[in-house]
């Protein structure tokens, strides 16, 4: 679909760069291979993200592909293809950063595999397959709490800007739990998510 998408706008003559985002499982579906293989060739302005957390579901990266990484299938579609900490939010901004600069250049796409950490089982309520220090392993790489000492050590941001931003980060939180409540969830029914359990998800302790 992004490679469509992407397609469609260079058809109407749109300066748009496409970023499609997908797991390491999503990886392996033949349509992200065909696709990968269609922008490399049409040299479409795309860059593709494998959010490469290890496991799909329950299946480990190592169970469903005998390649070190997913960054190196890139060069079977004539585009570059890198390894990326996705912990780190300065270096994944300066791969994605050149990976749109090479799309506006006209070269074509780009592959960038992001290595982050799991934090939860695969869906709330499915069971975790993992082992209780792997999860507190996951949970200890957090790229929202780098980012926030990185500016603060910086003196980019101070103690009050970043309570601001994270007040207002889970006021949109909250606001999204009230408004899927309100318009696409049966109040009969108990409600899956309250908004603690949406910020518990979603921000670090
Ligand atoms: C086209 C398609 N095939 C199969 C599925 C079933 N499915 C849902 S999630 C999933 C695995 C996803 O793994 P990954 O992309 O690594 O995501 P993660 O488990 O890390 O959330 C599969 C095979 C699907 N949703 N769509």
């Known amino acids: 679909m992004?490679?469509?998408v992407a397609m469609a706008d260079r058809l109407r003559g749109k300066d748009t760069i496409t970023v499609t985002?997908?797991?390491d499982g999503g990886a392996n579906e033949g349509a992200v291979h065909?696709?990968?293989n269609l922008a490399g060739s049409k040299r479409i302005p795309i860059v593709f993200i494998a959010e490469n957390n290890g496991i799909a579901i329950s299946m480990r990266v190592s169970e469903s592909t005998a390649a070190p990484d997913l960054a190196c299938r890139a060069a079977g579609y004539g585009m570059p293809g890198q390894v990326v900490d996705g912990q780190d939010p300065i270096a994944v901004h300066e791969a994605t950063t050149?990976?749109?600069a090479r799309a506006?250049?006209?070269h074509g796409p780009s592959l960038i595999e992001l290595?982050?950490?799991r934090w939860e089982s695969h869906v709330e309520g499915f069971p975790e397959l993992r082992?209780?220090?792997?999860?507190?392993s996951a949970r200890s790489h957090d790229g929202v709490a780098r980012l926030r000492k990185l500016l603060l050590d910086g003196d980019v941001l101070s103690e009050a800007d970043v309570a601001m931003i994270?007040?207002?980060c889970r006021n949109e939180v909250d606001d999204a739990v009230i408004e899927g409540l309100r318009d696409g969830l049966d109040l009969a029914e108990p409600a899956p998510y309250s908004a603690a359990d949406a910020q518990r998800l979603t921000f670090a302790p």
Request: proline share 0%; charged share 25%.
């Open 2 to 4: 992004a490679v469509g």
């Open 21 to 23: 985002f997908f797991g």
């Open 34 to 36: 065909e696709a990968m």
């Open 98 to 100: 050149r990976a749109v």
């Open 104 to 106: 506006r250049a006209g």
């Open 115 to 117: 290595r982050i950490a």
């Open 131 to 136: 082992s209780a220090e792997e999860v507190a």
């Open 166 to 168: 994270e007040a207002g």
